[in-house]
């Protein structure tokens, strides 16, 4: 029996495999195998973000648990070089330290690279492997590297070898008999542990939807060719960089046809030079001409080989679908090949792209029927194939989205292995195997990271929510003056941006004046504290998120919209003379005891990204002005940008009482709220100091 730290109770030694992305998703594939103390890692991908995922870039799994037992981790597998089995592995070696990463030779070298753009090189070993080849990793685990077919070249299906038995995890694969590079599927490996008895098989679910097998790589070449001999002008091809066969088929077939081969995408430059260097694609250099040379060669002698395939907003082709590509403009005699298919979640980014170019006169070449695009990743009958080679005991369908997953796990059971021996799982799940059992244990942390384009900075779950409420119903901001006696001293500055209401600016005015009166008159006792010092010690984030609260609450109920509130609070010295509020007001008669509390509100923003901190006495956070300052409002409003801040000044403490009472008596004057000006003016008023 072994004992479980984290449960505290005896248990059989079990195999634990925890995926922590790539189940009810297409990406982020990342997976971890716990036995004992020994962790090891199996690929750490990424995805594409969603249309609701306002300016990220990336998305990666959470790796929490990795993090919490980084000390455990002896090693990562790596199966084959796709960015959604390598593209975080650069990020998660910033935050912990992998001994060992063992993987092919094309992967390893593409992981290179951004590592070195990562800065983090030194945080692990790369250990490049062969077929066949068998590592050890831990005192637990033994993998053998077995060769498989699949979109990407030098890709590995891996038998892990357990004190509970032998584990099949396939990888990314399909069964293709005609393989591009001459790289067969090793089908034999698989019924060898087959025929000795394989525990589970943890198997692709991509295409468990698909009937049939899967077409090879080599079918789509006829297709392009007859593409690019009938095109009378430019041909532009965009794929996925890292499917190499079909770079390579491209290569082929412009050195066939006489065209010159232009490239453009960082990825795909750096991709074929890789490939290249190592052998697993082989062009001539007087094949390729210069981008900013390629307007010299005539249009029938072009080709242009780039990304954009997805629809991504700073890809080539995307770009050239909008007109801003500095080298490359759409011409009518140009015929454009989409050869590949939209992943889940870019279908419209590429119709959207298609349409683009369309209207600019090209003839644009794209969908199945076209037959310019097949999977990697095999069909029913490559999935019946995989399991009848290994016979698995117990079957876990893994990397698809649920539906796929369900499906799979139907196939398994067509296929002999019993309902009880499989199981569906979701990210963060844990999957427990003895000899004799498969079972789910206590699920550990799962969740995504979200980074924007630098891939350095996190989009938090409130900063995305923010961007959502941005983008679906504008903002607000407020500015307001108070005293630290607890007194407004000056009419709220109210500012919309994007926000869509029938309500006039007045009356935005008098809900905010309402608002802050109220928590002025409820909440400022648990809101400040009287230290005995000339000036009590007030927590005005708090009474800055309850104005926001409360101002939300009434739009929602009033108004049907739920905007970004942010309200700015600018102390001013107590004893400065209160603000009376306007005549028209209507009474407040709400009951001082509603429910206010909540953590609903949002950090404040200003300009220089800083939350204003508790005014203090003694000066050591945002200091309070003394009671002989005066306030200095400005009415200046940066209309230009999303949220409007205007902004109020405290005046040197040398200042006299008698100044703040001509800004009170100024600041009476000018009470009536002020009306919306167009984009892009700035009303602009002499300040009370004048």
């Known amino acids: 029996m072994a004992y479980n730290a984290r449960s505290g109770k005896e248990q059989e030694p079990c195999l634990r495999v ?40 990336v998305v990666l799994p959470d790796t929490s648990f990795l993090r919490e037992n980084q000390k455990r981790i002896r090693g990562m597998i790596v199966t084959h070089g796709h960015e959604d089995h390598i593209g975080g592995i650069a990020h998660h070696l910033k935050h912990f330290n992998i001994p060992v990463i063992y993987g092919p ?19 692990t070993t790369l250990q490049t492997v062969a077929p066949r080849d068998v590592v050890k990793v831990g005192q637990h685990f033994s993998v053998e590297f077995i060769r498989n077919t699949h979109s990407m070249a030098d890709s590995f299906s891996l038998a892990i070898t357990t004190p509970v038995g032998t584990v099949i995890f396939t990888g990314d694969f399909k069964f293709d008999h005609t393989p591009v590079d001459g790289e067969h599927f090793d089908m034999a490996r698989l019924a060898h542990y087959g025929e000795k008895g394989v525990l589970c098989l943890f198997s692709d679910s991509t295409n ?10 080599r079918s789509v070449f006829p297709n392009l060719d007859r593409h690019i001999a009938n095109a009378d002008g430019r041909v532009i091809v965009t794929t996925f960089a890292s499917s190499i066969h079909r770079v390579s088929m491209i290569l082929e077939l412009a050195m066939k046809n006489g065209r010159k081969v232009g490239l453009l995408g960082r990825s795909m430059l750096n991709v074929i030079a890789k490939a290249r260097e190592l052998g697993y694609m082989r062009a001539p250099d007087e094949l390729f001409v210069p981008i900013k040379q390629i307007n010299d060669v005539p249009d ?3 080709l242009l080989l780039m990304t954009g395939s997805q629809g991504e907003p700073l890809a080539a082709l995307s770009r050239i679908s909008r007109g801003d590509h500095p080298q490359v403009k759409v011409k009518t005699t140009d015929t454009i090949i989409f050869s590949a298919s939209p992943i889940p979640g870019n279908t419209i980014s590429v119709v959207n792209t298609i349409d683009k170019l369309m209207m600019l006169g090209a003839k644009v070449v794209y969908g199945k029927g076209e037959g310019i695009h097949v999977s990697g990743h095999g069909f029913q009958e490559d999935q019946k194939l995989m399991l009848a080679l290994t016979k698995p005991k117990f079957f876990v369908p893994v ?47 799962a969740g995504i990271e979200l980074l924007d384009q630098s891939r350095n900075g996190i989009v938090d779950a409130r900063v995305l929510k923010e961007r959502q409420q941005l983008a679906e119903d504008g903002v607000v901001t407020i500015l307001s003056a108070i005293s630290t006696d607890g007194a407004m001293v000056a009419p709220p500055r109210v500012n919309l941006r994007g926000v869509v209401t029938t309500a006039d ?10 608002e802050i009166t109220w928590v002025l008159e409820n909440r400022w006792k648990q809101l400040s504290r009287n230290t005995g010092d000339k000036a009590p010690e007030v927590d005005w984030m708090g009474v800055q998120r309850e104005v926001e609260v409360g101002l939300g609450r009434r739009m929602r109920r009033e108004l049907q919209v739920e905007p970004l509130i942010l309200c700015l609070v600018q102390p001013a010295p107590g004893g400065t003379p209160k603000y009376k509020g306007r005549a028209d007001a209507e009474p407040d008669d709400r009951p001082a005891s509603r429910n206010r509390g909540g953590g609903a509100g949002r950090g404040v923003v200003r300009r220089n990204g800083a939350p204003p901190a508790p005014v203090r006495a003694n000066g050591s956070s945002v200091a309070a002005p003394s009671k002989t300052a005066s306030v200095v409002i400005s009415s200046d409003v940066a209309t230009s940008t999303a949220v409007a801040t205007p902004a ?28 919306e000006m167009p984009a892009g003016r700035t009303r602009r008023r002499r300040s009370a100091a004048a």
Not at 505 to 514: G, H, N, Y
Not at 656 to 662: E, F, G, N, R
């Open 18 to 57: 925890i995926p922590l992305g790539g189940l009810h998703e297409i990406g982020k594939n990342t997976c971890v195998f716990e036995y004992g103390d020994d962790l090891m890692l199996v690929d750490a991908g990424l995805a594409f973000p969603s249309d609701g995922m306002h300016g990220v870039n």
């Open 105 to 123: 030779r094309l992967a390893l070298s593409m992981l290179t690279g951004k590592m070195d753009e990562a800065g983090v090189t030194d945080r």
């Open 208 to 217: 468990a939807e698909v009937p049939g097998f899967c077409p090879p790589e």
């Open 300 to 302: 029938r002698e072009t």
């Open 399 to 445: 990397h698809g989205e649920h539906r796929m997953l369900v499906q799979h796990s139907k196939t398994g059971h067509s296929m002999g292995v019993p309902v009880n021996n499989t199981l569906i799982i979701e990210n963060g799940d844990v999957v427990e195997l003895t000899p004799e059992s498969l079972r789910k244990g206590d699920p550990v942390k």
């Open 505 to 514: 600016a007045r009356k935005m005015s008098l809900w905010t004046e309402r």
């Open 648 to 675: 109020v000044a405290v005046a040197a403490p040398a200042a006299t009482t008698a100044v703040a009472t001509k800004v009170a008596a100024k600041v009476e004057k000018t009470a009536e709220p002020e009306q």
